[in-house]
């Protein structure tokens, strides 16, 4: 098993727009499905109620660690755990979104690693499961910023 999910798509959006939808909250949670508390902020956590069919017992908690104008975002979780007393310290993978301009649009690439910290049974399902998580995800954002 690999310790990270990697995903790559070009998006016939410009950057702008595809940074916008990664970044802003509400635009954010429109693609993800997953109802926003609060704008993401660089050190801070996000929360929120997961809202995509099939999931809403879970919840949404991320340590947003970097927000590189229109070419970084990345932030920590806790891969499926439902419980809301989800401990951002331990047991969570990084996910980061990079961006680069092309002449057609963006190329977005979504990596998420740190599988390796997560313990067995988890480290499989998690991956597995977030491995089809984030295919369904680049559909989604690739119609959100071309609609």
């Known amino acids: ?5 990697k995903k790559t798509i070009e998006l016939n959006a410009p950057i702008s727009r595809v ?28 929360t929120g109620q ?9 919840v949404w908690r991320a340590l947003v660690h970097r927000m590189d104008q229109e070419s970084l975002f990345t932030f920590s979780w ?11 310290d331990k047991e969570t993978t990084l ?3 990079h ?6 649009g963006t ?9 390796d910290a997560l313990t067995d049974p988890r480290r499989l399902e998690a991956f597995r499961e977030n491995s ?3 295919e369904e995800q680049m559909k989604n954002i690739t119609a959100y910023v071309n609609a």
């Open 95 to 97: 996910v980061e979104f």
């Open 19 to 46: 940074w916008r939808a990664l970044t802003d909250h509400e635009e954010f949670g429109a693609w993800f499905r997953v109802r926003l508390d609060n704008p993401f902020k660089v050190g801070e956590v996000s």
């Open 50 to 58: 997961v809202t995509y069919p099939g999931y809403e017992h879970l």
């Open 78 to 88: 806790n891969p499926y755990d439902s419980n809301d007393n989800i401990e951002l």
């Open 99 to 104: 961006l680069q301009a092309t002449a057609n």
């Open 107 to 115: 190329v977005l690439t979504v990596t998420e690693s740190g599988f």
């Open 132 to 134: 089809k998580g984030w």
């Open 1 to 5: 098993m690999s310790n990270a999910i």
